[in-house]
């Protein structure tokens, strides 16, 4: 028997040491420092300041703009990139020639590098690119310097990215949530008289309820953490500073300022906390919802 034990302890024993030194520690090493003024490049060990971190920060113009920008980036693509995902999986869910390319070119841009999008983007969205031209075509007005050197533009053209890449994994995922539904339900349905439109409101959205929950979680998670996108594209300049991008540049790019940083990283984590939180409890009410 302890022989047994002792097995079973070694085999889970890499995953258990990897666990406690590259997560459980940095996290609660990161809570602790949040409560200290400790600069990477001080001479002086960290020193003790309480709550005066968290008190800062609620009164730092540039941490409050960075929220601002990322509940702007949040609420501004999950809702569009779950409506377009869900209309795309109930397009490719039908028979018709070819759909299987389809699908792999919705789901394409997910599997390609963020870097290599974004740099591609950038030059979609200079001045005299692709993306420019054919707004003046349809006869918008185009910044001039471009989208991206624009503050009224540079953070929208961004989220308009981002929700181009996701689209197709969030497709796939109600796909799939598509292909659980039995499909005597709808041949019930239908010869009881309902149209299409009731199968869906009726049939098809509260059973993708757990599938629509699922994927707003992780693009929420995602979305509050965006980071790569405005490295690339902007470093964070006309306005795109997000709270990620604040906590890169005060801890490891200008400041070094790590128990400010790691102050802010953890207001983020509360923040994706309670909004998690918060989505569990109005889609998995028993009410429906739509």
């Known amino acids: 028997m302890t022989s047994r034990r002792l097995s079973r302890f070694l085999f889970a024993s890499p995953w258990v040491l990897s666990f406690v030194i590259f997560w ?12 200290t003024d400790y600069r990477l490049l001080s001479r002086s060990g960290p020193e003790w300041v309480g709550f005066d971190n968290y008190v800062a920060l609620f009164s730092d113009s540039d941490f409050l703009n960075s929220l601002k920008n990322t509940f702007i980036f ?18 490719v869910n039908r028979e ?10 919705y789901f394409l841009p997910w599997v390609t590098s963020m870097v290599v999008v974004a740099l591609i983007f950038t030059n979609l969205f200079q001045r005299g690119g692709y993306i420019a031209l054919l707004a003046q ?8 310097h471009g989208f991206l050197y624009d503050s009224s533009t540079a953070l929208y053209s961004i989220m308009a990215m981002d929700v181009w890449m996701a689209v197709g994994y969030y497709m796939l995922i109600f796909l799939a949530g598509l292909k659980a539904i039995p499909d005597e339900l709808y041949e019930a349905a ?29 693009n929420s998670i995602k979305s509050f953490q965006v980071f790569v996108e405005i ?53 998995r009410r028993r009410q429906p919802l739509w």
């Open 24 to 35: 459980a520690f940095p996290l609660l090493y990161s809570l602790w420092m949040g409560f």
């Open 74 to 91: 949040v609420i501004g693509t999950i809702p569009v990139t779950t409506v377009i995902a869900l209309a795309l999986a109930l397009l």
């Open 96 to 105: 018709f020639k070819g759909r299987g390319i389809f699908r792999s070119a």
């Open 137 to 144: 075509m349809v006869g918008l007005d185009v910044p001039t």
């Open 190 to 218: 239908e010869i009881s008289g309902a149209s299409s439109l009731r199968q869906f409101f009726t049939i098809t959205l509260p059973l993708l309820r757990p599938v629509a929950l699922f994927i707003l979680v992780i």
């Open 231 to 283: 490295f690339v594209m902007t470093k964070g300049k006309f306005d795109t500073s997000t709270v990620v991008y604040f906590i890169y540049e005060t801890g490891l790019q200008t400041q070094f300022k790590f128990g400010y940083a790691s102050a802010a990283a953890y207001v983020l984590f509360v923040i994706i906390g309670l909004f998690s939180l918060l989505q569990f409890t109005v889609i």
